[in-house]
């Protein structure tokens, strides 16, 4: 989700890790995935209720066409790249009108709070995207499964908010937090979950986070 301005080449003897998330691999700098978390916070909210549809493109092809239409033009050339070079980031927003584009929905509108999370995904209609600041403390989430913002910044970073709890148990206290999906694999948190809690989600947003869910999926054929 942070745009990557340049890279810088050493020689390495080591363990590489790989993360496979849906047929495909997202490789890992120090704990990091560098690229495609947007693509595939997106496809995860396709794939999710109420429509519950898998897509057709994989998600390397499907950042290819988000990075087409977002704001930041020297990325352009990654519409057309190989797998490796697919490195720079984009937007929740990209995501979201490419998935309008390719007909998986009418629309998509914006969440300004924790509150406007909480009241969409209760209400049913599905879950929110978010691209966030990512932080020491993000890494990895605590007994409860939970992570917080603080320390250094690692960059940013999109997950999936799926459900809400106004009861979510955070050590000895009862918490109101949404329940969210990153795409890292099932070894990272609770099989690939976290839980973020409504103050926590709240100071992310209003701190230049972006937060979008769809309106009207459809079904694409």
Known sequence: WRRV????????????????VQGDNSYVAEGIGVHNCVAHAWAAKVRAAPIMQQMTLPPYDFYRQIVAVDEFPDNDHEATGPDFDL?????????????????????YLWAESAEDVRAWILAGFGGVVIGTRWDDNMMTPDADGFISPGGSSRGGHCTYLNGWSDRAKRGRKQVPASRGQN?????????????LSMEDLDVLIKDGGEAAALTESRVVR
Do not use: C, I, M
């Open 5 to 20: 301005h340049g890279l810088e080449f050493e020689p390495f003897v080591g363990p590489v890790y790989n993360l496979h």
């Open 87 to 107: 490195q720079s980031g984009t937007t929740v927003r990209a995501g979201a009108k490419t998935l309008v584009t390719l007909g998986y929905a009418k629309s």
């Open 183 to 195: 795409s890292w694999g099932d070894d990272w948190g609770q099989k690939g979950r976290f839980w």
